[in-house]
């Protein structure tokens, strides 16, 4: 860990790892048993929890939240305020087998800014989860996810849309809709939610 690279800011537990080169942004909150590598690189107010590992090249933006026993491994992309539920798991190849080197192989995978993804959910590796979108807990994600859905299910299955403020859609004739706790308005065309 080097000073230019770690602000005062930051908590970091006593039996956290965070290798040397390791970018950490200011608030950040790293706890037990955590092991960020030295490529690494996470925004501003994130809190990592127990047993959290952070791969190599990997980048995360500001205000994430990532709950116990989470593995971000190298080909993940994770953008601003995104939530990751505690045990869920991100792969990074798509057929592995141990005797077989796969390295140069590694899917990008991003989850794009404000998505959620619930307890114990398996995202394989190559898709982008948009903006706000929703992965129930335990859901297996195979293809890409679309702004402000919701998903659930093994494989993954389409049930509705979701405000960014998380609040359940229910579009109207003109494919318009109001969230009901924030008072934002979105609109849906051609199977796919702006906010407007």
Not at 36 to 56: E, H, P, R, W, Y
Not at 93 to 98: A, D, T
Not at 122 to 132: A, D, N, S
Request: charged share 20%.
């Amino acid at each position: 860990m080097t000073e230019s690279n770690v602000n005062t800011t930051v908590f970091i537990h006593s039996s956290a790892i965070v290798d040397d080169g390791a970018v950490i942004g200011e608030g950040c909150k790293i706890w037990h048993f955590t092991h960020v590598m030295s490529t690494a690189k996470l925004g501003d107010n994130c809190n990592v929890g127990q047993n959290v590992f952070i791969g190599s090249k990997v980048t995360i933006g500001s205000g994430v939240k990532i709950q116990n026993n989470v593995s971000i491994y190298s080909g993940v992309e994770i953008e601003d305020d995104c939530f990751l539920g505690p045990s869920m798991v991100f792969t990074n190849v798509i057929n592995p087998r141990s005797h077989v080197e796969r390295k140069e192989e590694y899917k990008r995978t991003k989850v794009r800014k404000g998505c959620s993804i619930g307890a114990n959910a398996t995202i394989i590796c190559g898709v982008t989860l948009g903006e706000y979108s929703f992965v129930g807990a335990g859901t297996v994600v195979t293809k890409d996810v679309p702004e402000y859905g919701v998903v659930v299910g093994n494989p993954a299955k389409q049930i509705g849309w979701m405000s960014a403020f998380g609040e359940k859609l229910h579009f109207d004739e003109r494919g318009e809709a109001i969230c009901e706790s924030s008072g934002d308005k979105y609109r849906l065309e051609h199977n796919q939610v702006s906010k407007l």
